[in-house]
């Protein structure tokens, strides 16, 4: 059974750090590109980063500079290290995974569409 979990979620004041972690399981995680996206109250789900296979990475514009994205294959895990959060970065955090190869057919790293295995999600908080 493939299974993301999300975890490293909180309350933080602005220009606080946190790192989220997504640990998997039930798949063979290094064959498979990951990503992150978020999503407010009353937004849709946006895509935040996106980790390939070869170890490409992309970070939506709206956060590059303050997100990172790391994953460790040997261990499994998807990290994000958020630094100078704000308090538009109040949201629901999702690891996902694509399972499909959706983006190997030229899919758009971030249209969750591509994507079919999701975590649960992670609450982030930032006040200001």
């Known amino acids: 059974e493939v299974q993301l979990v999300e975890s490293g979620g909180g309350s933080v004041q602005a220009g606080g750090s946190l790192t989220l972690s997504c640990a998997a399981s039930g798949y063979s995680y290094f064959a498979y590109c990951m990503a992150w996206f978020r999503q407010a109250p009353g937004k849709e789900r946006e895509g935040v980063a996106f980790s390939d296979t070869d170890g490409t990475i992309s970070i939506a514009d709206a956060v590059k500079g303050r997100f990172t994205i790391s994953r460790d294959n040997a261990k499994h895990t998807l990290s994000l290290q958020i630094t100078g959060l704000k308090p538009e970065d109040s949201a629901t955090y999702y690891c996902?995974?694509?399972?499909?190869?959706?983006?190997w057919g030229g899919g758009i790293w971030d249209d969750e569409d591509n994507y079919n295995a999701w975590g649960q999600g992670t609450q982030v908080t930032v006040s200001s």
């Open positions: 996902a995974g694509d399972l499909k190869k959706s983006l």
